[in-house]
């Protein structure tokens, strides 16, 4: 939360102009679908300008939270706040969401500019205006001039982008998203994340929620990630908290490659480590970026290195260790030597990286 | 009160509306009247219909015509039909498109019709038999089997077998084809890919198919009309007769709710049957 | 000759059967009723001998009701099956799933699961007595055949709702347009393929309809193929064949006119797989 409040006040006119601030606040959200508790008593907070990724597998809920946000899903308990409106028992139309579909969902018997038009119509805008703001929307999004195209005359990235200036046209006081580059190949792909984080710059008033099973996504754009798991919040906080500090094993692989070594093992290899509470399972969590291939120590790892994967920037080695059940992920740089299959190899670490995660 | 249930309460008005005014008139009203009047009689309500049309051997005489007709007409039309869905999708030639076109207008082709141009071709005057005679120099003509079970078959086999076409061919266009070429590449020869990946994949779609096939095959009407016979009466043709020979609406009645009985205990299974193939398909 | 070659013409062999079998059952009929419907005469021969338009200028006022009324009738039936299969579709669409949806789908599909005899008579029973007796009138026609094609007309319109349309509705709402909104400029525009396609089939069907018709219809309102199948049983062959052309080319028409080029497979589809 901290990460945001800069950029709010960095547009503190904008604010001004619309009291109430709106962000999402969901409380205590059950959903049931077809007798499966797909989301469980589930509390989250985006603040007015928040950029939130929710990320998961398929099945843990992420799409139907949007839904629900939505107001397409029924809850079985629960509440749903947009700024100060509880918005909980408002129709899908009333709420003022912006929604952008994995396929775009444009309509596909209206040309771009009725697409684009068709949120500011619901509204009963004044057709001057309907043109001056489709107009500009269009702009926004570099697809200018293609108003009267119809959606199947276009590439799938300019779908995206009309799908875009469709959602955003209308001002809404949320942005969601939902997978909205799963589809798309991954040169576009980059580029679509890169045009999705400086639209919300130029909005810096806009909540978005993003949903994704990608970490990559999840990684670079977000100013916090709730990572979900089966219907729960497994940890929610800034992409570098998640990474850094990951709460419990399913957190740190998701988020990245992770090595455990069990609370025996490190009191072995580094001696006067603070240990973790009594009676609670887990293990220490070291990324493969932590662990240095020289005896500098403190900790110390002795094994024998397995294999050596090419990562371009970078080399990855397993090594095999007697402390730890699983080969140990190694990251190196590719310059210097690199260490040979079968070579033994000291591996060194320090307090500060070691994480201790539940399992 | 509460925008969702004002929703739900509409919802709940229009459904109402939707069976008091499409399903009770058109569809709950007529049928269930059927019922009331079979099972009304001089002395009050009664099964006594039921027990006199069971025990009657004429109608025991259509109900195994009936049978006959249709587990006849049903088998030939699925064994061709299948035969020629696959012949026509894995043989493909300029013009097979065309033909299954061509099979699919059949919804727009009265039954009866088909029957009507049998004459045509197959009656004791008509072409093929003409034409016999001429070549062969006969005395009489070669072909009669028109009038008679081999017709009614002949009929119904060529109205209803574009009905097991439709569902075979969907079934074998939405088989996988890597799954096909997987076979091959473990070494299958083709005849045992049919046998054991092909079939069994299209198999939910051709059962669908015959048994929707053998239910409207039960239900024609119009084939008997114009090529049945006295002596070959189907439950469909003797209750339009019951209705409008006889005047006895009581007995017509009777035989249309056993007649509805056994419809709808077809048409339940071929429910089932398409739904448990939907649910394979969308596990799988 | 070598293996190749003559698996080669083995499968040659195998295509050119296929069309000769597709093309005798399913090309002849159609092309009897044309080719009987101009012949002058086709008796003892194997093709007629000499063509003529005779059968088709002496229709007479029979032939001529019935095909003003099988018009009228398939026209009513048309619009009427569409608008109550549109309104089935939209008001079962939420139910999609459920116990009761699965149920009242299931109840829907009934009347064309019996034998059309049995439908027209029960529908016959049902309203030739009080409180409603319409036996004597056109209604009861359009009544049964509408009872018949509506199974196919809500089927059209079910599969677009459930299979095309959801992602585009709630995108609708989201944008904030009220529920009358989302159906009339979107729900509606994108069933019109749907729409057209259930008008087509259910005029094809009404005008061809025999078994229920023939239960139920007062006299004067004969539709065609109650007089073609008169005709037939009477020996007038050329004269039911020229009548029964004017039949299959207005359905036909219907088919290809009203659902369009594209839509007929899935018309199909719908009719013979539901």
Known sequence: MAETLPRAAAAPKAAAAREPASGVRIAGLTVELGGRVVLEDLSAEVARGEFVTVLGNSGCGKTTLLRYIAGFVPARQGEVWIGARNVTEVPPHQRNIGLLYQNYALFPHMTVFENVAFGLRARNAPSAEVRERVAAALKSVRMEGFDSYRPAQLSGGMQQR?????????????????????ALDANLRAAVRTEIKLLHEAMPELAVIYVTHDREDALMLSDRVMLLREGRIAQMGTPQELYDRPRDRFVATYLGLANFLSPDAVARTLPGIGLPPRGEAGAFCLRPESLRLDDGGPGRLVGEVLRCEWHGSAVLLAVRSAECAEPVMVETARRGRVPEPGERVVLSYVAEDCVFVRD | MSATSRTLLARGANLSAVVLLVFGPFILYPLGGLFLLSVRTKSGMSIDPYLRFFSDPTSLEVIHTTLAIVLASAAVATIVGVALAALLFYLPFRGSTMLVRLMELFVAFPSFLVAFTLIFLYGTQGSVNVFLVHTFHLSHAPIDFLYGFGGIVFAEVIYYTPFVVRPTLTALTLIDERVVEAARSLGASPALVARRVILPMALPGIVAGSILCFLFIMNEFGILLVLGSAKLITLPLSIYSAATVDLDLQAAATQAAVMLVASLSVFVVYRRVTRAGTRSHARG | MPVARRRTLALAGLRFLTGAVCLWLFAV???????????????????????????????????????????????????????????????????????????????????????????????????????????????????????????FCYRMCAAALKQEIPVF?????????????????????????????????????????????LMVYPPGFATVPIVVIEDVERGFYYRASALALILLVLSLASLVLVAGRGRRAKVAAVAMER
């Open chain 1, 162 to 182: 009309i799908a875009l200036a469709r959602a955003l046209v209308i001002k809404p006081d949320i942005l969601l998203l939902d997978e909205p580059v799963s």
């Open chain 3, 29 to 151: 009929p159609g092309l009897v009723v044309i080719v009987s419907a101009f012949a002058s005469d086709w008796v003892a021969t194997v093709l007629p001998t000499s063509f003529t338009l005779r059968w088709f200028e002496h229709f007479d006022a029979t032939d001529v009701d019935a095909m003003l009324t099988s018009f009228e009738v398939a026209g009513m039936v048309a619009a009427l099956g569409t608008i109550l299969g549109l309104w089935l579709a939209i008001s079962l669409n939420p139910l999609e799933g459920r116990r009761l949806g699965g149920l009242l789908d299931a109840v829907i599909m009934v009347p064309n699961s019996v034998p059309s005899v049995v439908l027209g008579l029960a529908v016959l029973l049902a309203y030739h007595a009080p409180p409603l007796d319409i036996s004597g009138s056109w209604a009861i026609v359009v009544l049964v055949q509408t009872a018949l094609v509506m199974p």
């Open chain 3, 169 to 213: 509705r709630e995108a609708a709402a989201s944008l904030g347009a009220p529920p009358a909104m989302v159906l009339r400029r979107v729900i509606l525009p994108l069933l019109e393929p749907a729409i057209r396609a259930s008008v087509a089939l259910a005029f094809a069907f009404s005008i061809g309809d025999l078994g229920a018709t």
